[in-house]
């Protein structure tokens, strides 16, 4: 039996069973937590996703902790789309992808991995990346480390943050 090895997911699996008590979005709202998030504001961000499907995953989440679109206010509604724009522009420009899957999952039946903090993901995608890792060993392939996807994405984030686009 061959063996893929990917020690960067034990937290992760750690968390998934009990291991951790906080909202994962909460403690990455923190201002300390520079690491993943690609931009800020008062009240939104945007984060890389620890776990990717593709290279360029991201998500745009409110900095309150709420569940769904419905207890957003209008300002948190303005900014999450803001950012959602934003992270096209920059997925696009950085990545060159064929389309973008773009969603909210509202609960467990619809795929949601963190019941309680909204977050909307960006998945870029291209035509053929499900090949035959993801096929038969159920396995992700992802040639770029997050270190690197930030660098190449966080000066778009401030470039359109600085020309308020």
């Not at 998030?37 to 989440?61: E, K």
């Not at 948190?76 to 990545?95: D, F, G, K, S, V």
């Amino acid at each position: 039996m061959e063996r893929l090895f990917s020690p960067w997911r034990l937290k992760y699996v750690a968390g998934a069973s009990g291991g951790t008590t906080g909202c994962v979005f909460c403690d990455a709202a923190d201002p300390d937590r520079q690491d993943l998030v690609l931009i800020r504001s008062r009240l939104a961000y945007v984060i890389l996703n620890l776990y990717p499907y593709n290279n360029g995953h991201l998500m745009v989440v409110p900095n309150r902790h709420v569940a769904t679109l419905a207890s957003t206010t209008g300002d948190e509604q303005a900014e999450l789309m803001r950012y959602t724009r934003h992270a096209e522009i920059a997925l696009t420009e950085a990545y060159t992808p064929q389309g973008i899957n773009i969603g909210v999952n509202l609960g467990r039946p619809a795929g949601a991995g963190v019941l309680d903090h909204l977050h909307v993901h960006l998945v870029p995608r291209w035509n053929g990346d499900t090949n035959f890792m993801t096929v038969v060993g159920n396995v992700r392939v992802l040639p770029e480390d997050l270190g690197a996807t930030a660098r190449k994405l966080r000066p778009i984030f401030e470039r359109l943050a600085a020309a308020n686009v």
